[in-house]
């Protein structure tokens, strides 16, 4: 199957003053097309920011981070910043919506970033499609946390995204919410877009993703 990311030797260091911090030594994984991943790993081992290097975020690395088959650390910074509104959606733990815009706006964002006009007819869709339409005109702070992290998710998939990155999208939900989230994540995946999750509930990776992996620094290794 096609590889969506394939990281080769990752080696990632944050400089102290007086040592340094070894994230990643020789790190090597991929992630193919269609995967609903979910990755756990104990707090500070560098969950987020392996996210943050494979969705061109972070580039200050050693070693290679292929997405869709382009070595991103050749790629220029307007090319890296185009290709990842186009083709990463990222969902958050703690709200990322713009307060002031209402949630037709806030889904419409990265597509107004991208193409640099109005258009929300696809938010619209996207919204009668989801059965939050009557949540269109309103503010987030108007929204329950579910409602909330579905509109990050909608906004997430906007631009038709080739992976979708979330981390720990559940962490502050209840158990109930929680399960409402991942069920839509798994409905996007059923539909075709690849998942990578970062998640610390194994109970909901168990049941919704199909493989489960544990970061360390040097390697990523699968556990389900
Ligand atoms: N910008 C930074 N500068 C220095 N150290 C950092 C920076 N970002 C994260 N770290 C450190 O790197 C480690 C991994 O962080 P992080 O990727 O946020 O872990 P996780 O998401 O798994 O909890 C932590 O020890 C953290 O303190
Ligand atoms: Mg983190």
Known sequence: MEKIIEVKNLTKIYPQPNSEIIIFENLSFEIKKGDFVSITGPSGSGKTTLLNIISTLDSKYSGEVFFMGTD?????????????????GFVFQFDSLLEDFNILENIEMPALILNDKKSVKKGMELLKKWGMEDKAYKKPQELSGGEKQRTAILRAIRNNPSVIIADEPTGNLDHETAIKVMNDFKKLNQEGSTVVMVTHNMELARIFSDKIYSLSKTELKKIL
């Open 72 to 88: 991103i650390s050749k790629m220029k910074e307007e090319e890296k910043n185009r290709m990842r509104l186009k083709e990463i």
